[in-house]
């Protein structure tokens, strides 16, 4: 990996800047304070983002601003890469916000912890990385003063425990954990198992058991059958018996219901002739009373006289009406000349000319009036007497007529009372030949009845004989029943025991399979305890012993560049702690001079830097290293040997921080850097 360039917006003091890297070694110069650090921590937070507890947002983002942001150039085998992270303040703090990812000029946007994945996977970096801090690229590119100090002087278990994770020598305190979590697990597998496979001897003993009880069952079954094959052979003859029987009853049963439908007909018939006999001599009497009923009557003499006798009726009927038609035209005459009168009487003037009408006329009228009233009460009293006479008249002729009607209604009964007799004459014939006729059926009747009582004695004891078989036949159908419900109940038990023997045999073999299982876990747990971890146990302090002889061997070497072996040595003790050596004699690294403290550091760092580039010779940082004041305290001479330094790492990116001029002559770049105003720039 090769930066090429940073472009910063509201960093820390850098308001915006632009810095391009060069290859070869870069010196970040300036005051303390300046921004160089600034530059650093914005690669790495372009690079992974913020982290918690040792890079946050509020770290970062300029006081007063809302929004900053960080672009970062790499090279990568040939490859241009740009990253792009942002910050962002709200209420609720400040805050990463999505960026970019570009590759050969194809962006594409991403949220913060996807870049950090982008990012760990091009750097080539252990994918742990993603969701914890980079310890690869903190003890191998950039590592803090202050970080730095603490692995040197902090306690020896951080110190182990960091540099375990930095060598990924943890692994193997992983796999033994993990491993004892798995021998645990095959143990409690392995007593599992021998706890279900402890019964299977007495499984396959009731196996067998089930076997013989199951053939022993499928034995009774065949001899139930054969049983069963004969009683239903006995059965059928027994069925056909009954069949038999029952047809022949039945034919009796018809026989003895036409026996008494013989004696209900015979009966019938002796019935029906008592009546008719009965209805014979009722019969003759009536005739004879009818006979002498009938009278001689001439039906056209009495016709013509009612039609003669109506006739007069008619004839006196309309004189009548005359004289009541005279009467009434009278009456109306007598009204209007007592009109006249009235009238006459109160006239005193004409009408018509005025005129006054004299006494005399008046007298003469009434006069005229008067005698003309008398004579219509004459003519009212002769009417009157021709209308009695004729009155009485037809009363007469009515009941001549009635008297002759009566004749005439009688004559109509005489026919009825002929025509009844008639009837009951053939109503007598024909009884008495029906007589003779039931004479001839009883007669049959009686023949048949005589044969049939006949046919019923002959077969007295059939009834016994169908009773007899037929209780024979329920009870073959009982023992029928009860063999086969006997075969059921064998066959249920049959199949019952099948599926018992299915589970057994199914339980068994389970139980083999986990028998080998068992075998396995066995074995397995055997290896665990006995190899595996034992095993990683050597691996573990074989790997550490090359580590730390190799660690050992670098720090050496990188420290007596710096210091001459003959003023002071240095080794690393069992938990990778400086050992420094002066005169035969261990001194304190809190006892050393300045220079001599950041030359020890330094050896550290750039030891630390090499081993664990050796032990992971895939990841894509190798050619690059950022120092961090590694010429604080340094001497004239001590500041000359940096240049020694820089051409024995033999890196194609150097990036120094530094303060001390001198290192401006033995770097091929010098980045200055300078704060006006509380605004960090680079000076060109």
């Not at 496979?197 to 009774?220: A, G, M, T, W």
């Not at 159908?477 to 064998?490: C, F, P, T, W």
């Amino acid at each position: 990996m090769i930066i090429k360039r940073i472009k910063i917006k509201n960093i820390r003091s850098y308001s915006e800047e632009e810095i391009k890297f060069p290859e070869g070694t870069i010196m970040l110069s300036g005051d303390i304070g300046s921004g160089k650090s600034t530059i650093l921590l914005a690669v790495e937070f372009a690079l992974f983002g913020i982290k918690r507890g040792e890079l946050s947002g509020n770290a970062l983002l300029r006081n007063g601003s809302d929004d900053g942001y960080v672009i970062l150039d790499f090279n990568i085998d040939n490859n241009v890469f740009s990253v792009k992270r942002t910050l962002k303040r709200s209420v609720n703090g400040i805050s990463q916000d999505s960026g970019f990812l570009s590759i050969n000029d194809v962006t594409q946007q991403l949220t913060p912890v996807e870049l950090k994945q982008r990012v760990t996977q091009l750097l080539n970096y252990p994918l742990d990385s993603i969701s914890k801090k980079s310890l690869t690229y903190r003890y191998t590119v950039y590592t803090p003063q202050e970080e730095m100090k603490l692995i040197l002087l902090g306690e020896k278990e951080y110190r182990l425990e960091t540099l375990r994770k930095v060598f990924n020598i943890d692994k193997y305190k992983r796999i033994k954990e993990n491993s004892k979590i798995a021998l645990s697990e095959a143990k409690q597998k392995k007593k599992e198992l021998s706890l279900f496979v402890s019964d299977i001897e007495q499984k396959r003993l009731l196996f067998k058991e089930k076997e013989l009880k199951l053939s022993s069952i499928s034995e009774n079954i065949i001899l139930l059958n054969e049983k069963l094959l004969v009683l239903n052979s006995e059965l059928a003859l027994n069925k056909n018996k009954v069949l038999e029987f029952e047809e022949s009853i039945k034919k009796l049963n018809n026989t003895k219901k036409d026996f008494e439908l013989l004696n209900f007909n015979i009966k019938t018939k002796e019935d029906s002739k008592n009546k008719n006999t009965f209805n014979l001599s009722q019969l003759e009497k009536q005739i004879i009373e009818l006979s002498s009923n009938i009278k001689e009557i001439n039906f056209e003499d009495v016709k013509n006289k009612i039609i003669e006798h109506e006739k007069h009726l008619d004839d006196h009927d309309k004189e009548l009406k005359l004289i009541n038609n005279n009467i009434t035209s009278i009456r109306t005459k007598k009204i209007s000349s007592i009109e006249i009168k009235n009238q006459i009487n109160k006239l005193d003037n004409c009408p018509l000319c005025r005129q006054v009408v004299s006494i005399d006329y008046k007298n003469g009228v009434i006069s005229r009036e008067d005698d003309n009233l008398l004579k219509l009460d004459n003519d009212i009293k002769e009417f009157l007497i021709k209308e009695s006479e004729f009155i009485l008249k037809i009363k007469e002729i009515k009941v001549l007529i009635q008297d002759l009607k009566n004749k005439e209604r009688d004559y109509e009964i005489n026919k009825i009372k002929i025509k009844d007799l008639e009837s009951k004459k053939e109503t007598l014939d024909k009884l008495k030949k029906e007589n003779e006729e039931l004479d001839f059926i009883i007669k049959e009747l009686n023949d048949k009845k005589f044969i049939i009582q006949n046919d019923i004695e002959s077969n007295k004891e059939l009834e016994n004989n169908y009773v007899m078989n037929k209780k024979l036949l329920e009870q073959l159908l009982d023992s029928q029943k009860k063999l086969e419900l006997s075969i059921v109940i064998n066959n249920k038990d049959k199949d019952f025991i099948e599926k018992e023997l299915m589970i057994l045999k199914s339980d068994i073999e389970n139980k083999e399979k986990a028998s080998s299982k068992l075998d396995y876990y066995t074995k397995l747990c055997d290896w665990f305890d006995s190899f595996f971890i034992n095993i990683i146990d050597i691996i573990e302090k074989k790997t550490m012993s090359k580590l730390h002889s190799d660690f050992s061997d670098l720090f050496q070497k990188w420290f007596s560049m710096l210091i001459d072996e003959s003023v002071l040595k240095v080794r690393l003790d069992e938990e990778f702690t400086p050992i420094i050596e002066q005169n035969s004699h261990d001194i304190e690294y809190e006892n050393l001079s300045g220079g001599e403290k950041t030359s020890c550091a330094l050896a550290y760092r750039l030891a630390l830097n090499q081993v664990i580039n050796n032990i992971s010779n895939s990841i894509n940082t190798k050619d690059l290293i950022i120092l961090d004041e590694p010429t604080d305290g340094f001497s004239e001479e001590q500041l000359d040997k940096i240049r020694d330094i820089i051409k024995e790492l033999k890196m194609r990116q150097i990036i120094i921080v530094s303060h001390e001029n001198k290192v401006e002559s033995f770097v091929d770049n010098v980045i200055k850097i300078k704060k006006e105003n509380h605004i960090s720039k680079v000076i060109r």
